[in-house]
């Protein structure tokens, strides 16, 4: 779902710092070229797979942070499709950011995207070196894998070589594709997620990350008019969560009214109420005007959010 988004942020600056190919693990790290340690953070792209968000770390090197972009499937020596994915890949990323001589290992955050997002609750639920976590149209619950054909059904994520629990979807998502597929419509995903949230939501609970166990604050953000998943109600089912555990930290969901699913990237070129996803056009929901306003919005709540929850030594609870 973030397939154009190398076309959105690769444009670089004359000033913009140096990245490199990760070594430790599949991606890419940009740092800035100021002496001294720096916060870090740890970017994760969405369903399309690959080195997706090196174009958006090179973009957040220039503010200051190591950013790093970690590709957790479709990349060589990776999985090909979005089912079982362990999150000892990201692990992994995480303990070699932490070992950098330019980085305080005190102030790492992570942020992701779509399914991303669901893996960056993911992560910071099961790694305390997180501080931060900012999760752009996530579910705080593992969904059911995305295969490409047919095949048994499987988690997106293992955890120490166990699925973890997921919600299954339901026969209406195999019925959008293949309405899609026979009228040459475009593809509305959003009828298959909320038709399995109805039928099989005794299986959210069961689901649910353990949200409890994060390391600092979380910043969720949600479009009203997300096409893709009901990605306002699942903000608000994990802000429930974490007020009903007691999270200490000082949690927020954002909403943007008329928003789609891909706001947060959208540009006056690429105001991506629609992309591409291999034969099929798939809506991303809002209007253009929408997801350029609700952009305009969210990224300096997002920047205000980082920098006061990585100032050094203030990511201690709240409440």
Known sequence: MLTTLALLLAAASPSSPPCSPATAFTGTICAPQTPGKHAAIILLGGSEGGNSMAPVAAKFAQYGYVAVSVAYFNAPGLPKTLEDIPVETIGKAIDAIAKRDDVDAD??????????????????????????????????????????????????????????????????????????FTTHAPLDLRKGYDAAMQQ?????????????????????LAGTDDQIWNSV??????????????????????????????????????????????PFALLLGGTPQANLDAAKQAWPKVSAFLRVALQAGTNKPSK
């Open 107 to 180: 102030r790492i955050a992570v942020m992701g995207a779509s399914k991303g997002g669901e893996l960056a609750l993911l992560v910071a639920s099961t790694y305390p070196q997180i501080h931060a976590v900012v999760a752009d149209v996530p579910s705080p619950f593992a969904w059911q894998g995305i295969a490409q054909g047919p095949g048994p059904d499987s988690s997106s994520w293992t955890v120490d070589g166990k699925p973890v629990p997921y919600v299954h979807y339901s026969s209406t998502m195999g019925a959008q594709f293949g309405a899609a």
């Open 200 to 220: 099989n939501k005794a299986e959210i609970p069961g689901a649910m990350f353990h949200l409890e166990d994060i390391h600092g604050p979380v910043l969720m």
């Open 233 to 278: 109600a699942q903000c608000q089912t994990a802000m429930t969560y974490l007020h009903a555990h007691h999270h200490p930290y000082a949690d927020a969901c954002l909403q943007y009214a008329g928003a789609g699913h891909m706001f947060l990237f959208a540009t006056p070129q690429h105001p991506l109420t629609q992309a591409a996803m291999g």
